[in-house]
């Protein structure tokens, strides 16, 4: 089994082809023609994970957050990213990414989280290609609730301790929008789709001021997008059955509560 192998796997079920303009999905670091007999999944790439793979005797890390996401003008000892590259060169491990392309499928990270709160009648948010991709999804609860009752289950169903949101500016939801990661940009079309609340991470401070009718919750980036190593889990086992597949132990959320 190569790593070009299973880089046909994963791109079967989320084309390349489809990222966002500004994205960098795809290969990081090394060769994939090479022989492999293991992937470690992470949604961020970072040294210790890298270690982790090394430890692991792991030769293929796949991330959903691209190692390399903006033009690399020197790689050095002094910052993360830096240090991320020259590990993953020194062990001769296949760095690969898969962002906002498998973002963008049915089925995938947003998709995910409409899975956690039992959404139906669930469609793409902003869609393209006629439907058939498309940023964040929109469905219903089966039943209507309250605000207060609708936290309650939103911090159970993604084992949250607090969620930012804004003001309660609505009676009942039912109708509820949702994009894994940074989903700022979608706020308006959640809101314009017929949305009761949009929830996603990363929400910026003046997309609080909502509309009456209308509400936005910010759940946090990791804790919306890592259901995606599952999935990621699962696409590859689905064609390769006994092939080693792990998940990191040390892929953490990098923000900390106090």
């Given amino acids: 089994m190569t790593a070009r192998d299973i880089i046909s796997i994963l791109e079967e079920f989320a084309p390349a082809g489809i990222q966002e303009e ?10 994939i023609s090479r022989e492999i007999d293991s992937v470690l999944l992470a949604l961020d790439c970072t040294p210790e994970v890298i270690e982790e793979a090394g430890e692991r005797g792991v030769k293929m890390i796949v991330t959903h957050h691209p190692l390399i996401f903006k033009g690399v003008k020197s790689i050095g000892a002094d910052n993360i990213l830096g240090r ?3 590990s993953a060169i020194k062990k001769d491990i296949i760095i690969y990414s898969m962002h906002t392309n498998i973002d963008k499928v049915p089925g995938g990270v947003s998709s995910l989280m409409a899975g956690r709160l039992g959404l139906i009648n669930v469609q793409i948010l902003e869609s393209e290609d006629n439907g058939a991709t498309g940023l964040g999804v929109i469905g219903d609860l089966e039943e209507e609730m309250s605000v207060r009752d609708f936290i309650k289950v939103v911090k159970e169903s993604f084992s949250l301790n607090i ?6 500016r609505v009676k009942k939801i039912k109708r509820v929008a949702l994009c894994g990661g ?3 940009s ?13 929830i996603s991470g990363d929400i910026s401070y003046h997309n609080y001021f909502c509309e009456d009718g209308f509400m936005v919750m910010d759940i946090g980036h990791y804790e919306s997008e890592i259901d995606v190593l599952n999935l990621l889990m699962s696409v590859i086992l689905k064609k390769i059955p006994n092939f080693a597949v ?3 132990e040390k892929n953490n959320n990098p923000i900390y509560y106090h």
């Fill in 84 to 86: 991320a590259i020259m």
């Fill in 163 to 168: 969620i930012r949101s804004s003001k309660e």
């Fill in 246 to 248: 792990h998940i990191s």
């Fill in 186 to 198: 979608l706020i308006n079309r959640a809101r314009l789709s017929g949305a009761d609340v949009f």
């Fill in 22 to 31: 500004w994205d960098n999905s795809g290969l990081m670091v090394g060769d």
């Fill in 182 to 184: 940074s989903g700022g």
